[in-house]
Structures are given as structure tokens and as C-alpha cells.
């Protein structure tokens, strides 16, 4: 057993008239693994990751072992259009003092270096995309937040944003929401089923797989499906075995 980086217990948020935005999320991490959080449009992802950040406050209980604050990308925004994207690098790299030999394996994996003199803002969306997750992960915080990293990807840059998570992050306790869910197979250790604010399944793809299906042959997408399925049911929450 490694040391337990985040510990959350009964997170649950209201907003004003009653409205649950989450309710009664409980799982925890290990310091190094990878979480994919993932769910249909609206079920919380983003506002879990946004409570985690320090952004919203919300009931329950969160316990972070590292005491410098995480690294969050939010799904859009975040970037300064009138800076080049070395300057936008730079705010981060200097907060983290990150050494140059890591800044320019960064830049070597994500292949940035050609456009490191370029305006932020005549980039195109895929290119800002690379930058924003660049500059989220530049410091390597001890925990990293991430918010639909993959999307306006091209396959070869989303394989890039897989590398950075599993090499460049190693020490990194990384969390993932993704609708993508092919690029999430291979790098999480676990998986956070949310669906309208619930948590609906918490444990490892494997336990996934027992739970929904023993077909060997279905993917992560078929297996979630199934397990949002099942919980239309009225199984409710499913939890694997941590």
C-alpha cells in the first residue's frame, strides 16, 4: 500500500433551491495512481474536480496529503491570448521552479517547441490545448486535476497527453475526466462512475468488468454503458472493492 494522497468522504453540494450537485461522493487515491472520472454530460465531473481544486467549497469531508495546491485544467479558458505560449509557460515553470531539463522534456514529448514564439491567440484549438494542459502540468504538483484533456485533440497529440500523464507525471496523483474514454484505457489505476451527482461504481477496470460483464472482449466505453444502464434500474450505487 502506498501513501493516501486524497481522501474524500461524503462530498455532497447544493446549490440554491435544494438543487444536489453532487452527493455523497466518497473514494480515495494512492500517491502516483491515476483516477478516470467519468460520466454523461451533467452528472458533476467538473464540479468535483472544482471542489477538489479549492474553487468551491462543499460539505463532507476532503483530506489532500500534499500540502502545495493542485495543478487544475479547467475544459476550456485559462490561457493569456495576448502572451506567446513561452510567456504563458513561464508564469508556471517559474512559480514550481521547474528545472529546464524538465521544462524541455515537456516541450520535447508534447512537440510545442515550434510554436513556442507564437501569439496564444492565433493558435488553434487543439494547438491551446496542448498549451493549457502544458502549463497545468509543468510543475508536477502532487496532485493534478484535469478537465476533458483530450478534447480537440488530433490521435497523435492525445497519445502525447497519455505519455506526459504516465511518464512526466509518474510521482503525480492524477485525476482525468474524459468522455474519450479509449485514451483513459491504459493509463487509470481506477475509475469514478458519477451519473446526475451520484457515484455509481468506484474501483479498478477490472472490477468494472466484474461487476457489469464477463465478456473479456468489451471495452471500457461498453462497460461503462453498461454500468449507466444498469443504475437506470434502480440498482443505484455500485461499488468495487478497493
Known sequence: MG?????????????????????????SMESGTNLG????????????????AG??????????????PAGYMPASGGLI????????????RRAFHTSKTEFDMLLKILGISRIIDRKTGTL???????VL?????????????????FVHLDIESCMKVQKVITEYLAESTVIISSHNLEYLEGITDSLLIL?????IFHGT????????SKDAEKDLKELYLEAVKVSDYGNGRREGEM
Open 37 to 52: 472520472l467519468i460520466g454523461p454530460i451533467g452528472s458533476g465531473k467538473t464540479t468535483l474536480l472544482r471542489i477538489l
Open 205 to 212: 477496470p477490472e472490477q468494472l468488468r466484474q461487476q457489469y
Open 55 to 68: 474553487i468551491l467549497e462543499a460539505d463532507g469531508r476532503i483530506e489532500m496529503a500534499a500540502s502545495e
Open 124 to 130: 488553434s484549438s487543439g494547438l491551446k490545448k496542448l
Open 195 to 199: 451519473k446526475t451527482g451520484s457515484q
Open 3 to 27: 501513501t493516501k494522497q486524497i481522501q474524500c468522504d461524503g462530498v455532497s453540494l447544493s446549490y440554491e433551491k435544494g438543487k444536489e450537485a453532487l452527493q455523497g461522493i466518497t473514494f
Open 133 to 149: 494542459f502544458a502549463c497545468t502540468v509543468v510543475g508536477k504538483s502532487p496532485v493534478i486535476l484535469l478537465d476533458e484533456p
Open 81 to 92: 491570448n495576448e502572451l506567446t505560449v513561452r510567456e504563458n509557460l513561464d508564469i508556471w
